[in-house]
C-alpha cells in the first residue's frame, strides 16, 4: 500500500508562488510515475508534472517555466514548487504515484489540496 499526504495549498495573488509537498509512505521504491495533478471545477484531472522511472520529467504546456517538480528521496517528499501563478492555475492538486502490481499500473491518489490564485 502506498499513502500520500499534500500540503502546501492555500490563496495567493496572481503573480505569486507557492510550494506544494507530497510525503509518502509505504512501497514506493518501485514506481512507473511521481507527479502532481490538478482538476478545476468542471474539468477533467490533468497532469501538471511528474517524474517517471525512465528518468524523465513532464511538464504540462501550461506550466513549463513556471513550475518545477523535485524530491527528496531520503524524505519520501516530492514537491511541485509552483511561480508566476495564474488565475487558471486555480484547481485542486493531487499528489500521485503509478506502481506496478503484476502486469498492471496502479495509481494511488493523495485526498488533494486546494489552490486558489486571485487576480
Known amino acids: 500500500q502506498v499513502q500520500l499526504v499534500e500540503s502546501g495549498g492555500g490563496l495567493v495573488q496572481a503573480g505569486g508562488s507557492l510550494r506544494l509537498s507530497c510525503v509518502a509512505s509505504g512501497n514506493i521504491f518501485t514506481f512507473s510515475a511521481m507527479g502532481w495533478y490538478r482538476q478545476a471545477p468542471g474539468k477533467q484531472r490533468e497532469l501538471v508534472a511528474r517524474f517517471t522511472s525512465g528518468g524523465s520529467t513532464n511538464y504540462a504546456d501550461s506550466v513549463k517555466g513556471r513550475f518545477t517538480i523535485s524530491r527528496d528521496s531520503a524524505k519520501n517528499t516530492v514537491y511541485l514548487h509552483m511561480s508566476s501563478l495564474k488565475p487558471e492555475d486555480t484547481a485542486v492538486y493531487y499528489c500521485?504515484?503509478?506502481?506496478?502490481?503484476?502486469?498492471?499500473?496502479?495509481?494511488?491518489w493523495g485526498q488533494g489540496t486546494q489552490v486558489t490564485v486571485s487576480s
Open positions: 500521485n504515484v503509478a506502481r506496478p502490481v503484476g502486469i498492471s499500473i496502479r495509481d494511488y
